[in-house]
């Protein structure tokens, strides 16, 4: 099986107090975690949609920021999509 999705990376915290955003990939139960170089705080985020919360005063950037992280997922989405198309056994390197 494989998994995509986005995340707030709790177990991480930045010098501003932040936690990174990053892309993580499962594949066959092994995980990776790819930096989107983007971070918030918990305040910030929406858990239930993978994004940031959609208001101006939290975070005035949320529109342009959650642009960037629904194609990054896209992107990510595309090259497992092409993998399974040509039937490519690949790892999470490869995917990376």
Do not use: C
């Not at 177990?11 to 983007?38: E, Y």
């Not at 949609?49 to 992280?69: G, H, L, M, T």
Request: hydrophobic letters at 35%.
């Amino acid at each position: 099986m494989k998994y995509i999705s986005i995340i707030l990376y709790k177990s991480t915290i930045l010098k501003s107090g932040d936690h990174p955003i990053v892309l993580r990939i499962t594949k066959d139960r092994v995980r990776k975690f790819i930096s989107l170089n983007l971070s918030a705080t918990p305040d910030q985020w929406n858990e239930e949609f993978s994004q940031f919360k959609k208001d101006k005063r939290v975070n005035p950037d949320y529109e342009k920021n959650n642009a960037f992280i629904n194609s990054q997922f896209l992107k990510a989405k595309d090259v497992v999509d092409e993998f399974d198309r040509n039937k490519i056994d690949w790892t999470l390197n490869q995917f990376e």
